[in-house]
T-cell receptor, first 111, second 112 residues
């Protein structure tokens, strides 16, 4: 039972570099989400995709882009990383009345 | 603006104590309220509440929702060191897109 899989688990970038965080779910869920978690801030929604082919901004979208590649995969891209984007990133998915299922997170440090 | 507020922010108790965690919300299109436990990695689901006054229980944990006063509580009785975690409250809203709004969490530490 893989559930929600995120890659990579850890990454260190230099300011200005770009990278893509990958997320895949095998539960046939329609909705997928990207959050960031910072100390004392809880989980803040970056982008979400209510269904395949749609994406919408969340609370903190600046500096990020997303792609819903297909029903299984939802990627998050940092085009030009900044130190303020140092955080732990979580991907989640859900459908219908189910609670959200989370991946194990990606710990990203930007120097 | 929609918001979810949890209190206290942190709590230290001894094994065997009972704790009550609070979650209040102001969300325009409420669908459900969820509680999660987060240890080292991913949040894990505890409860989903949709109706007022109906208590949900799982072992030593229980939760209840008051939709009139817009809050929920999570109770943990006879706490154990394994209960040490961040407890997150989230409200699912629906305006056709089913977004979740999370509180900042309550960090619970249970001392042996």
């Amino acid at each position: 039972n893989a559930g929600v899989t995120q890659t990579p688990k850890f990454q260190v970038l230099k300011t200005g570099q770009s990278m893509t965080l990958q997320c895949a779910q095998d539960m046939n869920h329609n909705s997928m989400y990207w959050y960031r978690q910072d100390p004392g801030m809880g989980l803040r929604l970056i982008y979400y995709s209510a269904s395949e082919g749609t994406t919408d901004k969340g609370e903190v979208p600046n500096g990020y882009n997303v792609s819903r590649l297909n029903k299984r995969e939802f990627s998050l891209r940092l085009e030009s990383a900044a130190p303020s984007q140092t955080s732990v990133y979580f991907c989640a998915s859900t459908q219908g009345v189910e609670p959200q299922h989370f991946g194990d997170g990606t710990r990203l440090s930007i120097l | 603006e929609d918001k979810v507020v949890q209190s206290p922010l942190s709590l230290v108790v001894h094994e065997g104590d009972t704790v009550t965690l609070n979650c209040s919300y102001e969300v325009t299109n409420f669908r459900s309220l969820l509680w999660y436990k987060q240890e080292k990695k991913a949040p894990t689901f505890l409860f989903m509440l949709t109706s007022s006054g109906i208590e949900k229980k799982s072992g030593r944990l229980s939760s209840i929702l008051d939709k009139k006063e817009l809050f929920s509580i999570l109770n943990i009785t006879a706490t154990q060191t394994g209960d040490s975690a961040i407890y997150l409250c989230a409200v699912e809203e629906t305006s056709g897109t089913y977004k979740y709004i999370f509180g900042t969490g309550t960090r619970l530490k249970v001392l042996a």
